[in-house]
């Protein structure tokens, strides 16, 4: 053989080699996750696939657009996941099952992903047992859900590489969402404890302070600087919505800290919202914003100074659990600190341990991926 032949040879096989490669890693997609499961491509835009859903377990879905025609405006709860390659873990399984289960609205989840696979033993059984009608996946390009809205070309001010990019995209999409097609948005680590459908137009304070009387009521009036965003409910095209978007389209910047884009600037929409100056108090009603006592939308987070109650401690028979979130509609689980807590499958050891059961018994059942 000829070496110009021997040469044509090698370059052939490297050229092989390299397709190969980005076969293999599907890299001709950047959003898929896991080349080793089978896709979907069957998918209709706007829509949730007709396959049964058992035939979903294991496989990588492509997933729709979510529907211009919403059915189920302002009666939904609405999930988001800003990370490309997501990878549901076990603790935001039980954040779903509870609220589909204990809810009683049809729970969607957002991803900036194009493909989700169904790789997960609880949320395989979930899928099995909801999907389409009360649980339902979508994709969502940035620029597309802000379009007709007053963050529309945000995304060109935005930090792409920003370490902090995530957290403040976040903030952007759930208020977006909320003002397009109304619902309930909560963060992946609150468990949903009693049914929301009564609930509208309302967020909570970001403390931890408020002590309900016997019968529910606040016993004391809460002050605060900070609209915690992890639970909200708001109809569509909101008012105090449009202005809150309208202030964080005029400020949003470069170098904003995390808590900017939402629990400051939230507060701040309020405040000129009700024409009021100082910081806000709670309870507060309106028509289109009440600020809830924090007992309602209950907050938790271990980094909390003081200490919070042991909510990952030994308690013996539960009760504390329970006294602790007898008037609550959901508990925030909130703060890396708290999501590294263990959780032992203990009841008196841990809150996952004791409300799991309860309220995602399909999740805490593989206790060991979660």
């Given at each position: 053989?000829?070496?110009?032949?021997?040469?044509?040879?090698?370059?052939?096989?490297?050229?092989?080699?390299?397709?190969?490669?980005?076969?293999?890693?599907?890299?001709?997609?950047?959003?898929?996750?896991?080349?080793?499961?089978?896709v979907?491509?069957?998918?209709?835009?706007?829509?949730?696939?007709?396959?049964?859903?058992?035939?979903?377990?294991?496989?990588?879905?492509?997933?729709?657009?979510?529907?211009?025609?919403?059915?189920?405006?302002?009666?939904?709860?609405?999930?988001?996941?800003?990370?490309?390659?997501?990878?549901?873990?076990?603790?935001?399984?039980?954040?779903?099952e509870?609220?589909?289960?204990?809810?009683?609205?049809?729970?969607?989840?957002?991803?900036?992903?194009?493909?989700?696979?169904?790789?997960?033993?609880?949320?395989?059984?979930?899928?099995?047992?909801?999907?389409?009608?009360?649980?339902?996946?979508?994709?969502?390009?940035i620029?597309?859900?802000?379009?007709?809205?007053?963050?529309?070309?945000?995304?060109?001010?935005?930090?792409?590489?920003?370490?902090?990019?995530?957290?403040?995209?976040?903030?952007?999409?759930?208020?977006?969402?909320?003002?397009?097609?109304?619902?309930?948005?909560?963060?992946?680590?609150v468990?949903?404890?009693?049914?929301?459908t009564?609930?509208?137009?309302?967020?909570?304070?970001?403390?931890?302070?408020?002590?309900?009387?016997?019968?529910?009521?606040p016993?004391?009036?809460?002050?605060?600087?900070?609209?915690?965003?992890?639970?909200?409910?708001?109809?569509?095209?909101?008012?105090?919505?449009?202005?809150?978007l309208?202030?964080?389209?005029?400020?949003?910047r470069?170098?904003?800290?995390?808590?900017?884009?939402?629990?400051?600037?939230?507060?701040?929409?309020?405040?000129?919202?009700?024409?009021?100056?100082?910081?806000?108090?709670?309870?507060?009603?309106?028509?289109?914003?009440?600020?809830?006592?924090?007992?309602?939308?209950?907050?938790?987070?271990?980094?909390?100074?003081?200490?919070?109650?042991?909510?990952?401690?030994?308690?013996?028979?539960?009760?504390?659990?329970?006294?602790?979130?007898?008037?609550?509609?959901?508990?925030?689980?909130?703060?890396?600190?708290?999501?590294?807590?263990?959780?032992?499958?203990?009841?008196?050891?841990?809150?996952?341990?004791?409300?799991?059961?309860?309220?995602?018994?399909?999740?805490?059942?593989?206790?060991?991926m979660?």
């Open positions: 053989m000829s070496a110009r032949r021997t040469q044509k040879l090698i370059v052939l096989l490297i050229v092989l080699a390299i397709l190969y490669f980005f076969a293999q890693n599907n890299y001709l997609n950047e959003d898929a996750t896991d080349p080793s499961h089978e979907n491509n069957n998918q209709q835009p706007g829509s949730q696939n007709s396959i049964p859903s058992e035939n979903l377990c294991g496989k990588t879905i492509e997933l729709p657009r979510f529907p211009a025609e919403n059915v189920d405006q302002n009666r939904q709860i609405f999930f988001v996941e800003t990370n490309v390659q997501p990878k549901p873990r076990g603790r935001t399984i039980c954040a779903l509870s609220a589909i289960r204990i809810g009683k609205m049809p729970v969607k989840v957002f991803f900036r992903s194009s493909v989700l696979t169904v790789n997960h033993p609880a949320l395989c059984s979930l899928v099995k047992e909801f999907y389409p009608h009360k649980l339902s996946f979508y994709t969502t390009a620029e597309e859900l802000f379009e007709r809205s007053p963050l529309q070309g945000i995304t060109k001010r935005l930090q792409w590489n920003h370490p902090l990019f995530l957290l403040q995209l976040s903030d952007l999409m759930r208020a977006v969402m909320l003002y397009k097609y109304g619902g309930f948005y909560l963060d992946q680590d468990l949903t404890l009693r049914d929301l009564g609930i509208r137009n309302s967020i909570v304070t970001d403390n931890i302070t408020s002590v309900p009387s016997e019968t529910c009521k016993m004391t009036e809460e002050r605060t600087n900070l609209l915690n965003q992890g639970t909200m409910h708001f109809d569509k095209e909101n008012p105090f919505l449009l202005e809150y309208r202030i964080l389209n005029a400020t949003y470069h170098g904003m800290r995390w808590i900017d884009p939402g629990p400051v600037t939230m507060h701040l929409a309020a405040q000129k919202f009700l024409g009021r100056r100082n910081a806000l108090s709670t309870p507060l009603s309106t028509p289109d914003l009440t600020i809830v006592p924090s007992f309602v939308f209950r907050l938790l987070t271990l980094a909390m100074t003081p200490p919070p109650p042991p909510m990952f401690d030994v308690n013996e028979n539960g009760s504390y659990f329970e006294d602790y979130v007898r008037c609550s509609y959901v508990f925030h689980l909130t703060g890396l600190k708290t999501k590294g807590a263990l959780v032992t499958g203990n009841p008196r050891h841990d809150v996952y341990s004791y409300f799991g059961p309860k309220v995602c018994p399909t999740a805490i059942s593989h206790l060991k979660f």
